[in-house]
């Protein structure tokens, strides 16, 4: 029987960030005028507003998921460690890998010779990833607010800090550029696809769903972004929407069907009402 991936629907999460603590996702120096700050944020590059870079959420939100799960940091990309499964057998009780996905290329490298050729097989490509984190951008009436503010940089504050000699004592200050607290930014979409792989049973990828809130709750109880052990970073999800697309809907003959609208991450027994709708198919 030949190999098959089948997209039985996605489900959609949606909401806003809002920013309790001011946020520092940094961004290039290169460029700045001589006497700008030492740690820029990242900015988009047409409107020079901050925004929050899918990657940042998505890497962050799955660093904390595989120290929570006690994985293996058995991967280096440049100077970051991070989980990857090289087998089968432990691939298949990996929530996390199931959910983030896995790198075929790195596999293949990672291989003995006697694995590549089955790992070229079903192994390098039928496993794909489930969680698509988009880009945030600030929210209008942020916007707004903090274009009439007297802030240090267009949308931000500076933040003096200083490190301190151990033996001398001398201070030396430094600049880091944050966005506000308070500042909200929205509309943050979050991408779960639910497959049935080669004809089988596709209720699992319902329940690993659970995983990506369990990602959001952890979150929001560390930091998002730098200098978190400073104060920097905190946030929370809030006007949280679930959304299921059903295959249907892609096709043109079904609708989308709303599974939680206001969402409490910590409310257990909604998030499995969630997952008990989906594995009945909404």
Known sequence: MANSIQI???????????????LHIGGAAAGLDIGGVDNPIIRH??????????????????????RAYDLPLNKKVQDVRLHECYNE???KTCAICHVFGVS?????????????ADRRGEWATF???????RDVQMSEGSRQEL???????PYTEVKWEASIDRITSAAVPRQ?????????????????TLYRLNNGDWQQDAEWLKVVFEGMRLLEDDYLGGYGSRGAGKIAFENLKVELRPLSYYHGTGNSITLADGLNL?????INQIVAQLKQGG
């Open 8 to 22: 039985m629907g996605k489900v959609v999460i949606t909401g806003s960030i809002r920013l309790l603590t001011g």
């Open 45 to 66: 590059p047409v409107t020079r507003e901050p925004y929050i870079p899918g990657s940042s959420l998505r890497g962050k939100i799955r660093s904390l998921l595989e």
């Open 89 to 91: 057998n432990e691939y």
């Open 104 to 116: 075929p290329g790195e596999r293949e490298r990672s291989a003995t010779q006697g694995e590549r």
């Open 127 to 133: 496993k794909p990833t489930r969680l698509v984190v």
């Open 147 to 153: 274009e009439t503010a007297e802030t240090d940089l």
């Open 176 to 192: 880091n550029e944050r966005v506000p607290a308070g500042v909200v930014f929205e509309p943050f979409e979050m991408i779960y």
């Open 266 to 270: 910590r409310d257990m027994t909604q």
